[in-house]
């Protein structure tokens, strides 16, 4: 009974795998999940930009790792307004990000947007607010390219970001998360005219001339601290105080190296990899089935369950592959085969050396299992280390390489030592045949 259990969960992780791994996959929009599911490809396999960033300071100043970090996720958020949905930024060491931006086909435009300085201001909306993500004309530094359309109104700026001093999310009396905010002497003196005379009128922030809150001025604010309430989330109001204590980059920085990669060069890489990965497969499971003979046979189900598997979980997390990635991938169908080959060698010792079928299988299992254990941990910690050097010293081909890796490796135990071994004692439960040279090849 122990075996069906675990053949009615073999199967059930196959099918949702292999829903998984549709082309047209819908995704999954149900209780609360909302996830869109596809295969991610990486800037080797698509074409497009790669840019290394570095802070643009003195030399042997320090660099603030706060505002680092803080500019890291500027420089995201900028990207993701590009419309790259592969977009990759990472902070690499202390001082550098690594930006790599798939199916870019205007490479100086998409670098110029990443560095630009960012304009925050406070905008006198009246009593007709926009809503966040509206773009907006206002009259602070407005260039001949920011003209308003027809019928188009010009916005009043109030003050610009450059006045805040502090700002920190908090909690009111209700729960909401609010964002307080403290203006330098000459920001409380401009904020305490304006608000006094526009009680009731709404106050848009603008981050480079878009719409990002619109709060209502409730009172006038003559200290120079104000909130800034709303319907916030712990991260929106997170994301907010940052767009507000740093409407421009903390720290400057400048383009150190850029790269780029012609989608016809990623569009032939991948048809060979795609090829390349075919062959392989044929190969091994030609092999396993000819020299293994029955358990060669069974184990390639469980390589083609493992690929099935993999692929779907590259697909559900998403993992972005790279030609290194790809190259992990295959690697690490090795490691199936591996445990396969030392298990069924040890079955084949037993056998000649007389023991029952049955016995023999066990014993084979167990006596295979420290190799296989110790060569899979080994594999495991060099990947941990590869990841942390690729996050590290912004080495993205390395960090993907690690990651398919360790997953493969991963799923590769659980098909060897799971699913091969039910399959075989499923199969010789059927077995009357005692010619053991035939069907095991000793």
């Not at 079955?347 to 084979?364: M, Y």
Request: glycine share 8%; proline share 4%.
């Amino acid at each position: 009974m122990r075996i069906y259990r675990w053949l009615i969960i073999i199967l059930i992780v196959v099918a949702f795998a292999i829903w998984i791994d549709l082309p047209n996959n819908p995704g999954i929009h149900i209780f609360g999940i909302d996830r869109n599911i596809d295969t991610r490809l990486g800037l080797d396999l698509v074409g497009g930009v790669q840019a290394l960033l570095e802070a643009d300071l003195p030399e042997g100043t320090q660099v603030d790792a706060e505002k680092m970090q803080t500019a890291t996720r500027i420089v995201e958020n900028r990207v993701n307004g590009l419309g790259v949905t592969e977009a990759l930024v990472q902070q690499a060491g202390e001082n550098r990000i690594v930006v790599e931006l798939p199916g870019i086909e205007d490479p100086t435009e998409a670098i110029a947007t990443i560095q630009e300085t960012g304009l925050l201001e406070f905008v006198d909306m009246g009593s007709n607010p926009l809503p966040p993500g509206t773009v907006v004309v206002t009259d602070f530094a407005t260039s001949e390219s920011d003209q308003p359309a027809e019928g188009q109104q010009v916005l009043q700026t109030v003050m610009t970001g450059d006045k805040i001093e502090n700002v920190q999310v908090s909690r009111d009396n209700s729960g909401q998360y609010v964002i307080q905010f403290k203006l330098d002497s000459e920001g409380a003196q401009i904020f305490s005219d304006y608000t006094t005379a526009h009680v009731g009128d709404y106050l848009g922030i603008v981050l480079d001339k878009t719409v990002i809150s619109a709060p209502v001025v409730n009172e006038p604010i003559t200290e120079g601290e104000g909130v800034i309430s709303g319907s916030f989330t712990v991260e929106s109001a997170n994301n907010l105080a940052i767009q507000l204590r740093y409407g421009s980059l903390p720290i400057p920085l400048k383009v150190v190296e850029t790269r780029t990669i012609g989608p016809s060069l990623g569009q032939d890489s991948l048809d060979k990899s795609l090829v390349a990965l075919l062959i392989g497969f044929i190969v091994v499971i030609l092999f396993m089935a000819i020299y293994y003979r029955l358990p060669g046979i069974l184990a390639d189900v469980s390589i083609i369950i493992y690929a099935t598997v993999t692929f779907a979980i590259f697909r559900y997390m998403p993992v972005t592959l790279t030609l290194p990635g790809i190259a992990g991938f295959m690697l690490s169908t090795g490691s199936a085969l591996d445990a396969n080959i030392l298990i069924f060698e040890r079955l084949k010792e037993e056998l000649r050396a007389g023991r029952k079928l049955n016995q023999a299988v066990d014993i084979a299992w167990k006596r295979a299992w420290p190799s296989i254990r110790d060569s899979n941990i080994a594999t495991l910690i060099t990947c941990a280390i590869l990841f942390w050097f690729g996050s590290s010293f912004g080495a993205t081909i390395v960090k993907g390489f690690s990651l398919t890796l360790a997953i493969g490796v991963t799923i590769s135990l659980f098909t060897a030592l799971v699913v091969t071994r039910v399959f075989l004692n499923l199969v010789l439960g059927y077995l009357r045949d005692k010619n053991y040279s035939r069907w095991f090849g000793i």
